[in-house]
């Protein structure tokens, strides 16, 4: 409403979201009555639960085909690597934490 009693704006069609605005209505204001539409729409939606909803999770893809025929194991021999580099990481960090430990203890 408007401050001398008119009507700045009106819902049309409250399924479709169709609003009308009277041409004096500032810009800001139909932003903010939008903005207002839009979170109560949204907040409504959040609240829905899924078993009324109707909602249905979207079937898993699937690839058909491999997506580069030929390059399955391109990344093989980095992944050994980095298995490796981990393995040896371990036993470097115990053996520096077993010094500390021992070091503390004197």
């Not at 704006?9 to 939008?34: H, K, S, Y």
């Not at 959040?46 to 085909?65: D, I, K, Q, R, W």
Request: proline share 9%; with cysteine; net charge negative.
């Amino acid at each position: 409403m408007a401050p001398d009693g008119g009507v700045w704006a009106r819902i049309r069609d409250p399924e479709n979201g169709v609003t009308e605005f009277d041409p004096r209505c500032p810009q800001w204001m139909r932003a903010l009555i939008m903005t207002c539409l839009i979170a109560e729409a949204a907040n409504a939606r959040l609240h829905m639960s899924f078993v009324t909803s109707g909602y249905a999770p979207p079937e898993p893809l699937t690839p058909a085909t491999e997506p580069y025929p030929g390059f399955g194991d391109v990344h093989s021999s980095y992944m050994n690597h980095q298995q490796e580099f981990i393995e040896w990481f371990k036993k470097e960090a115990n053996k520096i934490n077993r010094g500390i430990a021992a070091s503390a203890d004197m």
